[in-house]
């Protein structure tokens, strides 16, 4: 990239809170400061199940606060489940919401403000229909994962389940306006959650890296979030007890959703919606799995930068040339993915692809126009078939 010939602009629109006790210390705070008083908290079964949900609302009872609270949210979340979430804001007048969770809650808080603010179906907004013009309620997000960086993206992703499509709904009006990264939320996370979530932001990190609109202000983000996720996604998974790695995973998600707010996704992304709207695979089991497949393919087009990022992961690669370093990108990601009990391919779901799927799954990743046109190499039918082949094959 030659910053001479560059244009970008850039908003930090959230404003982050990080600590251990910070949700504690400065809901109340600000929801005081605000003057709120019903509050819509969006979460899912899970969060309830743990007692991450009762922290909250001991801290919104002890403040005399009144809240509703939506825990249907799926691991998708549905069009209709929106919805029927925006029924329950307005039927309870509420004035703000609470985004509890990973990045489902996330999704869902979004999609309810949105259609709260502009009315209409959730579905009418998404990207390349109508734009959202007026402003919507303000989302508080409280991450529990370790993944999305959703809770700093003026993104939400939801799913059709008769179309089989994940669909992005866009605009700055759904950004959440706090972002609370309280390392607390996730210390009970299972490995398998850590390993899943973790992939996911560092999928995230990757790609904006290397996307063709990256610049010098979002590969700042992009490249800190790959170094702690390196060095900290594995003792996190294999040591729940590792508070600090655990703190730096949390972090590095967060910083990782600014990188790909400014620089954009690519094809892995692509590739990964159409396996989790028509097969259900987590999503960041899916980025994880299709990762190494993607970098082989789109090394090509900087070796520099994908050198980089394998010398991250193999520091011995230091003493060998970029194209030799590049060479192995693959390799050892397939290796990290390893040490989180990650799958290499998709083959753990007993399905027999045909080419007819396969095909399906092509199409639907080529329309994904929210990362589709930011790969950094272009890609065509014959390519993105070619991928999938190697996954599910």
């Known amino acids: 990239m030659e910053l001479h010939t560059s ?3 850039s908003l930090l629109a959230t404003n982050l809170i990080f600590g251990e006790d910070c949700v504690n210390k400065n809901l109340p705070l600000i929801l005081q400061e605000q003057g709120y008083s019903k509050i819509f908290i969006a979460t899912d079964p899970g969060i309830v199940s743990s007692g991450i949900l009762n922290k909250v609302i001991d801290i919104l009872e002890g403040n005399n606060i009144t809240y ?35 990045g489902s809650a996330m999704d869902f808080a979004k999609g309810v403000s949105a259609v709260v603010g502009n009315g209409g ?30 809770e700093v993206t003026p993104v939400s992703v939801i799913t059709d389940p008769q179309a089989k499509r994940k669909y992005i709904i866009a605009s700055p009006y759904i950004q959440p306006r706090y972002a609370m990264v309280d390392p607390t939320f996730t210390y009970t996370l299972p490995p398998h959650i850590v390993a899943s979530t973790g992939m996911d932001a560092l999928v995230h990190a990757i790609e904006s890296y290397t996307s063709n609109v990256a610049n010098p202000f979002s590969e700042s983000f992009s490249v800190q ?68 497949y993607v970098l082989e393919f789109n090394k090509v087009t900087n070796i520099e930068k994908f050198a980089e990022i394998a010398r991250l992961f193999d520091p011995t690669l230091i003493a060998t040339d970029d194209k030799e370093a590049a060479s192995q990108v693959s390799n050892v990601v397939h290796r990290f993915n390893a040490e989180l009990n990650i799958p290499s391919n998709f083959k753990y779901l007993n399905i027999d692809f045909t ?12 329309d994904d126009v929210g990362t589709f046109p930011f790969n950094p190499r272009q890609a065509n039918e014959d390519d993105i078939v070619s991928i999938y082949q190697k996954v599910l094959i």
């Open 68 to 102: 509703e609270i939506f825990s249907d949210v799926e691991t998708n979340p549905l069009d209709f489940t929106v919805m029927e979430g925006m029924g329950v804001y307005v039927k309870g007048n509420c004035e703000l919401i609470i985004a509890l969770g990973g």
């Open 121 to 150: 179906h959730i579905l009418d907004y998404r990207r390349g229909k109508e734009t959202l013009y007026q402003k919507c309620p303000t989302i508080i997000a409280v991450p529990t994962t370790v993944g999305t960086g959703s």
């Open 225 to 292: 979030a790959m170094k702690m996720l390196v060095n900290n996604l594995p003792p996190s998974f294999r040591n729940i007890e590792d508070r600090e790695a655990r703190a730096q995973v949390h972090l590095a998600s967060t910083l990782a959703g600014f990188a790909f707010n400014y620089g954009k996704l690519g094809i892995v992304h692509s590739c990964s919606h159409p396996m989790s709207a028509r097969y259900g695979v987590p999503h960041g089991v899916a980025n994880a799995v299709i990762l190494p």
């Open 355 to 366: 080419q007819q799927m396969i095909e399906e799954l092509a199409k639907d990743a080529m």
């Open 7 to 9: 244009n970008f602009n």
